[in-house]
């Protein structure tokens, strides 16, 4: 029971402030978002996945011989070394997609020149480039042994999105295509310290190194609660199956005290503005493509105007950035299984960048927690125990 020493306890850290950036600005009432200064749309509308990793790794936009070199450094690293395929290949079928990278990731330093790591910003930077590039490798791997398909390099005049998809699939994307999972990539880079953010962080805050700490914000998005979201909410689609069943899904769900995968955010009390930009897309591209594709669509924007009807300005749960992306994954040809591990290729810059930035005045992070069970129980021999 609470006593007048009880400590005020904030559960799930809700509005607590660890730390302060320059890295990324989300105003969850207004629903903008910024990643150092730039709003998402100009970037989403403008911009590349490489070039708004140097942007958030750096903190400015580059010139062009500066992206040249830093894509150079990026695709290099997507060509993976001999022995992570081979890793790979041993794992493939006999774990999930994202369990497989979280494998691979901690593994990774066995196949990097240098395995004893200091505190040196250059070097940090160096490990960056390797993990940005070396997990979108590995994802397109995993994708290509889902395919029956063996390892391939990546074509170096080509970009991360991209190559994603060619090494996937062993074919030349279609430039939409590799166009849209470019813009997805680009929405998922950064978001502050969200649960595999912050993960990062505190593995990090015990001064372990930069794959530990990644390997850390992996596990922590694999969760339905962070990244998984997007597959779950994919999954729902499917279940409702045809657009006329929504409202009875949706209403029968709400009345069973479901969530709905997809929908609300610690953070965002209004629409997220990344779900407006994929909704957008995904409204161009539903006309001409499958019907798979055209169905999905129209019960996600069905199940949209439901929801915020519901619980948008009542309860402040909108569409976040997992609502609309399975239609959108679905059109690009990526699988379902594909989606959180793509999740963490795209916020690989987001957690290298806070990272580095909190390395710059660490402190090792260690918050306190209230114990209200009992002291001085006295021991009981195991023989008298009943
Ligand atoms: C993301 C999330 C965990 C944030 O939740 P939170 O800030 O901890 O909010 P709470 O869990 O306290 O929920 C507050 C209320 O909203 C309801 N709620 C929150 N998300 C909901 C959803 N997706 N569907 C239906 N109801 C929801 C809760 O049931 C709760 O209702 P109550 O007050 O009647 O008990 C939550 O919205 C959620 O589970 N969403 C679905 C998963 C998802 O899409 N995650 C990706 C986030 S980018």
């Not at 063996?150 to 170096?156: F, I, L, V």
Request: charged share 25%; hydrophobic share 40%; glycine share 8%.
């Amino acid at each position: 029971m609470a006593d007048s020493s009880t400590p005020t306890i904030i559960k799930g850290l809700e509005g607590v402030y660890f730390t302060e950036t320059k890295i990324c600005k989300v105003d969850g009432l207004k629903g903008r978002l910024w990643y150092r200064g730039y709003s998402i749309e100009s970037l989403a509308k403008n911009s590349s996945f490489e070039e708004v990793s140097y942007l958030i790794l750096y903190g400015r936009l580059p010139k062009k011989d500066e992206l040249d070199g830093f894509k150079a450094r990026l695709i290099s690293s997507m060509a993976l070394d001999n022995g992570i395929v081979e890793l790979l290949k041993s794992l493939n079928g006999k774990m999930l997609p994202m369990d497989i990278l979280r494998t691979a990731v901690s593994a990774m330093p066995a196949f990097s020149e240098k395995k004893v790591y200091q505190n040196d910003s250059e070097e940090h930077i160096a490990e960056s480039i390797e993990i940005i590039g070396r997990i979108a490798g590995v994802v397109a791997t995993i994708g290509a042994m889902m395919n029956n398909l063996g390892y391939s390099k990546p074509d170096s005049s080509r970009g991360i999105a991209y190559n994603i998809l060619y090494m996937m699939t062993g074919k030349k994307p279609e430039e939409k295509a590799a166009k849209m999972l470019d813009v997805m990539m680009i929405l998922h880079a950064e978001h502050s310290s969200n649960a595999s953010t912050f993960s990062t962080i505190v593995a990090g805050s015990t001064m372990a190194d930069l794959y530990s700490a990644i390997t850390a914000g992996i596990c922590a998005l694999k969760g339905p609660l962070h990244g998984g979201a997007d597959e779950k909410a994919l999954d729902m689609m499917k279940d409702i199956g045809d657009p006329n069943n929504t409202e009875k899904y949706i209403e029968d769900a709400l009345a069973g005290k479901k969530r709905i995968m997809g929908f609300g955010h610690r953070v965002y009390k209004t629409y997220d503005p990344r779900a407006k930009v994929i909704k957008a897309y995904l409204e161009d591209i539903q006309n001409g493509s499958t019907m798979e594709v055209q169905t999905l669509t129209a019960i996600a924007l069905k199940a949209e105007k439901l929801m915020i009807d519901k619980l948008g300005e009542s309860k402040g749960i909108w569409p976040n950035v997992d609502f609309f992306s399975g239609p959108v994954y679905t059109y690009i040809g990526i699988p379902k299984s594909l989606f959180t591990p793509l999740f963490a290729a795209s916020r690989s810059p987001g957690w290298c960048a806070h990272m580095l930035e909190y390395w710059q005045d660490n402190r090792l992070i260690r918050p306190l927690d209230y114990y209200n069970g009992q002291l001085d129980i006295p021991y009981t021999p195991i023989d008298q125990r009943k």
